[in-house]
Antibody
């Protein structure tokens, strides 16, 4: 059973960098699939942020790409998100997810429970 | 990017009724690279449908998807109490992957 768990500060000050980690269990990141981040502002819809492969190859949403850094640590079976220069508009629940199931490599098949990050001074 | 527009915004129905949710894409989604997710309050989204019409593992057969090109539909044949939730469509045809704004299915 693939499980994902986000962790990181729940409060970040404006202009600072948001940092989150997603720990994966039940599946080795090195075995394949892309691993992604999606966010959801309060009361709003879902926005894909970016995804990373175990090799370190990344791709992301152009709307955020200049502020996003993705990394992967296969030894710890986890991957990370850094979002720089945050504003109140970045306040959201951040989800990590495995991008892919055996029959469809690009759907978000497994999700973490999400973590709320509030940007406020 | 491909913009997905879902309708209606809210669907008010009673348990046992049929729900029909629409997702329209701003350009053709090839190979039916469209998925549907269910999200309940305080929970992460759950994959229901991929490839426009294939049910994910463990999804009851009262959920069905159809459509191609720019018009897609999620149908819940008979609403159960646990089906009242928000539903999102998502295209994975071309990056950036995008989601619709959601349809809330609420109890009438």
């Amino acid at each position: 059973q693939v499980q994902l768990q986000e962790s990181g500060p729940g409060l970040v000050k404006p202009s600072e960098t948001l940092s989150l980690i997603c720990a994966v269990s039940g599946y080795s990141i090195s075995s394949g699939y892309y691993w992604g981040w999606i966010r959801q502002a309060p009361g709003k819809g879902l926005e894909w942020i970016g995804s990373i492969y175990h090799s370190g190859s990344t791709y992301g949403n152009p709307s955020l790409k200049s502020r996003v850094t993705l990394s992967v640590d296969t030894s710890k079976n986890q991957f990370s998100l850094k979002l720089s220069s945050v504003t109140a508009a970045d306040t959201a629940v951040y989800y990590c997810a495995r991008q892919g199931i055996s029959a469809a490599p690009w759907v978000f098949g497994y999700w973490g429970q999400g973590t709320l990050v509030t940007v406020s001074s | 990017e491909i913009v997905l527009t879902q309708s209606p915004g809210t669907l008010s129905l009673s348990p046992g009724e049929r729900a029909t949710l629409s997702c329209r894409a701003s350009q053709s989604v090839s190979s039916s690279n469209l998925a549907w997710y269910q999200q309940k309050p305080g929970q992460a989204p759950r994959l229901l449908i991929y490839g426009a019409s294939s049910r994910a593992t463990g999804i009851p057969d009262r959920f069905s998807g159809s459509g191609s090109g720019t018009d897609f539909t999620l149908t819940i044949s008979r609403l159960e109490p646990e089906d009242f939730a928000v539903y999102y469509c998502q295209q994975y045809d071309s990056s950036p992957w995008t989601f619709g704004q959601g349809t809330k299915v609420e109890i009438k």
